[in-house]
DNA sequence: CGACGGCAATTTCAATACCC
DNA sequence: GGGTATTGAAATTGCCGTCG
């Protein structure tokens, strides 16, 4: 058997041309070193060092088995340097908040691989409504949020999008209308109207009054989507959902297309002028990547 | 999956040999 | 005699299979 310490002796012997001198540099008995030098040479079936009066000496073969142990050590030496860099990074917790949504959607095949890569890397995700989102975040509660149609200037990574759709009953007049054709803000916001907010601010209402509109006939207002969709199907109203909220089972329902579109885009976004730590920054790495990679 | 025991490999210690 | 290498015995360490 060779290990590493038998390597490191060889290269010392030959530094030091005394395995005396080269057993103490790598913390070896005297004896312990000239034993497992003989049993390395045994084991190769050569003599890498002539034994002289007051000096060991490389052989002929020894030489260039030298100069391999040499490089042999060099790079292992650069592993643990290569290591050593990235090591800061390798370790920590990142705090991030998120609204349930994304949490349940998007997030978590990003944290598997985050997870998977970095496994010293302790993500604590904190689930809230976009409105919490930003104080958390303007107050250096968390290392990073998920946040709805962030401002350019916030340096987002952006993690996915999604689009707003009309939910009507089956059998409303809407219902007749072409997948192509859509439905337009305007009119949905005259009809009775089914009010989800997902626990989130951006919701039907907010997306009304950007258009300069108003939800004139707001029959009742939910937090859960899937409760808009059991009192769609009750004929009490329509709704505006975002697409990724739709039900599986879509019986009793009908799903027109908004027009013109309009997108939610999520984005993970850092505090306010804070530079990431090295984890967080690990962590837009990887989203980065895989946003790359899926854009091929 | 952790505790335990057996076994082999390795190291240490002490004694000895060799050479200048 | 001092410095260095070798040898044999004992101690330690690490690995691996078994068991609960």
Redesign the pocket.
């Known amino acids: 058997?060779?290990?590493l310490?038998h390597w490191r002796l060889v290269v010392a012997v030959a530094d030091h041309g005394?395995?005396?001198?080269a057993a103490e540099r790598i913390?070896?008995?005297?004896?312990?070193a000239?034993?497992?030098?003989?049993?390395m040479e045994e084991t190769l079936g050569v003599q890498l060092f002539s034994?002289e009066?007051?000096?060991?000496l490389p052989t002929a073969i020894g030489l260039p088995v030298i100069e391999q142990a040499r490089l042999m050590l060099g790079a292992l030496e650069t592993i643990r340097q290569t290591v050593d860099s990235v090591r800061p990074m390798l370790r920590g917790t990142i705090r991030l908040a998120s609204f349930p949504m994304v949490l349940a959607s998007f997030l978590p095949p990003l944290l598997r691989q985050f997870n998977r890569l970095y496994p010293g890397i302790e993500v604590v995700a904190l689930e809230v409504s976009d409105d919490e989102v930003e104080t958390l975040l303007a107050a250096g509660l968390v290392d990073v949020g998920v946040v709805l149609n962030p401002a350019p200037e916030r340096n987002a990574g952006p993690l996915g999008r999604d689009a707003w759709v009309a939910v009507v009953p089956a059998g409303h007049p809407l219902a007749l209308r072409g997948t192509e054709q859509g439905v337009s803000l305007q009119e949905l916001s005259a009809l009775p109207f089914v009010l989800a907010t997902g626990g989130c601010s951006t919701n039907a209402r907010s997306l009304a009054v950007a258009a300069g509109l108003q939800l004139q006939d707001v029959r009742v207002e939910v937090r859960e989507w899937s409760s808009a969709f059991t009192l769609v199907r009750e004929n009490l109203g329509v709704t505006l959902v975002p697409e990724m909220t739709l039900p599986a089972d879509r019986q009793g329902l009908r799903v027109i297309a908004l027009a013109p579109r309009i997108e939610r885009v999520f984005s993970l976004v850092l505090p306010a002028g804070q530079t990431p730590s090295p984890a967080v920054q690990a962590l837009l790495d990887l989203l980065a990547d895989t946003a790359h990679a899926t854009t091929r």
């Open positions: 058997m060779m290990n310490m005394n395995i005396t001198r913390g070896m008995t005297q004896s312990g000239s034993q497992a030098l003989a049993l034994r009066s007051r000096q060991t």
